[in-house]
C-alpha cells in the first residue's frame, strides 16, 4: 500500500465555535471533511476547487452540504512531525454569500 500525503489541518478558531454551535450530524459530517483535507483526498472525496484570487496565496473552496462551503488555504509550517503540508481552514460560509 502506499504512503499518503498528510496534512496538519489548522482550523480558525471562529470556524471551532461556528462547528460547536451546531447539530451533532453536522459536525460529524464536517469531521469527515476534515479527514479528507488531512489525507489529500480532495478531488474524489472532498470535491475541493481552487478559487481565483487576486494575491499569490490559493484559495481554495469545498461544500459542506448543498449551502454552506468550508475555505481553506494550504501552505508550510515549518515542517510539523511527519506531515508534508499544512492545511489552513479560514471560514465556512453560505455559498451565495461569496
Known amino acids: 500500500m502506499q ?8 482550523i480558525n478558531s471562529t ?7 451546531l447539530p451533532r450530524s453536522f459536525r460529524e ?5 476534515f479527514e479528507f483535507l488531512e489525507l489529500g483526498l480532495w ?3 472532498l470535491r475541493a476547487k481552487k478559487l481565483r484570487t487576486a ?3 490559493c484559495v481554495f473552496e ?8 468550508l475555505l481553506f488555504a494550504v501552505g508550510n509550517y515549518g ?5 508534508d503540508f499544512v492545511v489552513y481552514v479560514w ?3 453560505a455559498h451565495a454569500n461569496f
Not at 3 to 10: E, G, K, Q, Y
Not at 29 to 33: F, H, L, N, P, T
Not at 62 to 69: I, S, T, Y
Request: charged share 45%.
Open 3 to 10: 504512503d499518503l500525503t498528510r496534512a496538519t489541518v489548522l
Open 43 to 45: 478531488e474524489g472525496k
Open 29 to 33: 459530517r464536517a469531521g469527515e471533511k
Open 15 to 21: 470556524v471551532k465555535k461556528y462547528l460547536l454551535g
Open 91 to 93: 471560514v465556512v460560509v
Open 55 to 57: 494575491s499569490s496565496k
Open 62 to 69: 469545498a461544500p459542506l452540504d448543498k449551502d454552506k462551503r
Open 79 to 83: 515542517k510539523p512531525a511527519k506531515k
